[in-house]
């Protein structure tokens, strides 16, 4: 069964700083996804990036970047300029690509705090 | 464009009564996922269906729980004689298809008397 790790429970960050937020996750899948989802407090559930395995280009989107290692099932968040609004809940998930049941399996989270 | 619509987002029930949370999928998206969040731990699968179709069920429990898509209408998960331990958020999520990102409504807070 595939199992995603997130190291960090709390991290905290100055406003305008940079801060990367740590993943790693287990599969014998050779082609699958990666996610960032943002809980804010609002609790909804939003998509911060996406990342297809058999890319070798690293995902952007504006602030937020990944720095994907297949090899040592690494997938890390850098989030860049940090904004009060970047406060929230981060969640590494990762799905199956083919198979029929493309659930998401999702680690336990890191709460950001962002300091003015 | 509407997104992922669920309701209600909270719902106060009694241990013993029933629950049932709806959730409406992005217009045109035929595949559903339930999740659900604990206290202070991340969301974890509990059903996926098409319409019509119960896909993968291997999350949810095998007592008190059911879920339905059907081809008209909202998908609903139900909760029969609800007890404490239900008391969590619960998401629903939506894609056109099965490899495709799947996003999310704001869930309902389920909490159990």
């Known amino acids: 069964a595939q199992t995603v790790t997130q190291s960090q429970p709390e991290m905290s960050v100055q406003e305008a700083e940079t801060v990367t937020l740590s993943c790693t996750y287990d599969?014998?899948?050779?082609?699958?996804?990666l996610f960032w989802y943002k809980q804010p407090p609002s609790r909804q559930m939003i998509l911060v990036i996406r990342?297809?395995?058999?890319?070798?280009q690293n995902a952007t989107e504006n602030r937020f970047s990944v720095n994907f290692q297949k090899a040592a099932k690494s997938f890390s968040l850098k989030i860049s300029d940090s904004q009060l609004g970047d406060a929230a809940m981060y969640f590494c998930?990762?799905?199956?690509?083919?198979?029929?049941?493309?659930?998401?399996?999702f680690g336990k989270g890191t709460k950001l705090t962002v300091n003015p | 464009n509407a997104g992922v619509m669920q309701n209600p987002r909270h719902l106060v029930r009694r241990r013993g009564q029933e629950a049932r949370l709806r959730c409406s999928p992005v217009?045109?998206?035929?595949?559903v996922y339930w999740y659900r969040q604990l206290p202070e731990e991340g969301l974890k699968f509990m059903v996926y269906?098409?319409?019509?179709?119960?896909?993968?069920e291997s999350g949810m429990p095998k007592e008190r729980f059911s879920a339905e898509f059907p081809k008209e209408g909202p998908s609903i998960l139900r909760i029969q004689q609800v007890v404490r331990g239900d008391s969590a958020a619960y998401f629903c999520?939506?894609?056109?298809?099965?490899?495709?990102?799947?996003?999310f409504g704001p869930g309902t807070r389920l909490t159990v008397l």
């Open positions: 999520a939506s894609s056109p298809t099965n490899t495709d990102t799947q996003y």
């Open positions: 599969t014998s899948e050779s082609d699958y996804y």
């Open positions: 990342q297809e395995a058999y890319k070798q």
């Open positions: 998930a990762y799905r199956r690509r083919q198979g029929g049941s493309e659930k998401l399996v």
């Open positions: 217009k045109g998206h035929s595949h």
């Open positions: 269906l098409q319409k019509e179709n119960i896909i993968d």
